[in-house]
């Protein structure tokens, strides 16, 4: 059975960090590309930043790059999300993603529940 637990969400003061930890099980975790989404009420749901599955070749939406850092731990199958300078505009739901992708054309995707990130003082 798969699944993705996402973890580590809270609240957190503008300006502070949080780690966000996404556990898998149930699929060859390495041969996967992980994604950090997040969704904030009222919003599309967007990309926060993607790792690639051999190579590791990262992406960051323009909002959180220089701030946010993804990262991955194939022999704990588990994929983190590194939050510094948080802000307020950060706050939403956020979710890990597993995709499959052969010759750049994506196979399978699975979903995590979400963990919550709330930035306010």
């Known amino acids: 059975q798969v699944q993705l637990v996402e973890s580590g969400g809270g609240l957190v003061q503008p300006g502070g960090s949080l780690r966000l930890s996404c556990a898998a099980s149930?699929?060859?975790?390495?041969?996967?590309?992980m994604s950090w989404y997040r969704q904030a009420p009222g919003k599309e749901r967007e990309l926060v930043a993607g790792?690639?599955?051999?190579?590791?070749?990262?992406n960051y939406a323009d909002s959180v790059k220089g701030r946010f850092t993804i990262s991955r731990d194939n022999a704990k199958n588990t994929v983190y999300l590194q939050m510094n300078s948080l802000k307020p505009e950060d706050t939403a739901l956020y979710y890990c993603?597993?995709?499959?992708?052969?010759?750049?054309?994506?196979?399978?995707?699975?979903w995590g529940q979400g963990t919550q990130v709330t930035v306010s003082s």
């Open positions: 790792i690639t599955s051999r190579s590791g070749i990262r």
């Open positions: 149930g699929f060859t975790f390495s041969g996967y590309a």
């Open positions: 993603k597993a995709s499959l992708v052969r010759s750049g054309t994506p196979l399978m995707d699975y």
